[in-house]
């Protein structure tokens, strides 16, 4: 059974850093790109950031910069530091196949205020 588990989320101040984390199980993880992805109060879910199954990384307009996508094969885990954090990154970050095939985990909250 596929599944996917993000942690790491929490309340930070603008300016700051988190770091996020999803480990996924019952999936071939190291032939799978992976991405971020997130999804902000009374709008759709849009992709932040992904990592191929060679590392190679993209990143949407509004993260380039700020946000780091990595994976580590060993533990089936994908990472997301996120530094420079703004307000309007606030939302739900969750991880998916680059197809966002498999079932959606919980998802993490990321919430950006003073």
């Known amino acids: 059974q596929v599944q996917l588990v993000e942690s790491g989320g929490g309340l930070v101040q603008p300016g700051g850093s988190l770091r996020l984390s999803c480990a996924a199980s019952?999936?071939?993880?190291?032939?799978?790109?992976m991405g971020w992805y997130r999804q902000a109060p009374g709008k759709q879910r849009d992709w932040v950031a992904t990592?191929?199954?060679?590392?190679?990384?993209n990143y949407a307009d509004s993260v380039k910069g700020r946000f780091t996508i990595s994976r580590d094969n060993a533990k089936n885990t994908v990472y997301l530091q996120m530094n420079s954090l703004k307000p309007e990154d606030t939302a739900v970050y969750y991880c998916?196949?680059?197809?966002?095939?498999?079932?959606w985990g919980q998802g993490t909250l990321v919430t950006v205020s003073t």
């Open positions: 998916n196949t680059l197809s966002r095939l498999l079932p």
């Open positions: 019952g999936m071939l993880f190291s032939t799978s790109g």
């Open positions: 990592v191929s199954s060679g590392g190679n990384t």
